[in-house]
């Protein structure tokens, strides 16, 4: 299992986020604590690379932009925003 880890300007990001995204971003955190290869690398050119996102949402309007630490079983959460 890998632990999250928030950047702290996501904590402000995620408090931004409107009520209907809510549970929707808790199910994203809930897949990167257990596969957060799953997303999709935030470079197509470089499929392999360690930074990733997760849309999610009404019509995939919030997007997770991430890094995974996989030595020590991290995700980290570097920003989190909302489009809708």
Do not use: C
């Not at 630490?69 to 995700?75: G, K, S, T």
Request: hydrophobic residues 50%.
């Amino acid at each position: 299992m890998y632990r999250i880890i928030p950047d702290s300007e996501v904590l402000d990001q995620v408090a931004k986020l409107p009520t209907a995204a809510l549970a929707a971003f808790s199910e994203v955190l809930a897949v990167l604590e257990l596969t957060p290869w799953n997303g999709e690398p935030q470079h197509a050119a470089k499929p392999d690379v360690e930074v990733r996102r997760f849309h999610f949402g009404p019509g995939d309007a919030g997007q997770v932009v991430y890094l995974i630490v996989e030595h020590v079983d991290e995700v980290h959460l570097l920003r989190v925003q909302w489009l809708g």
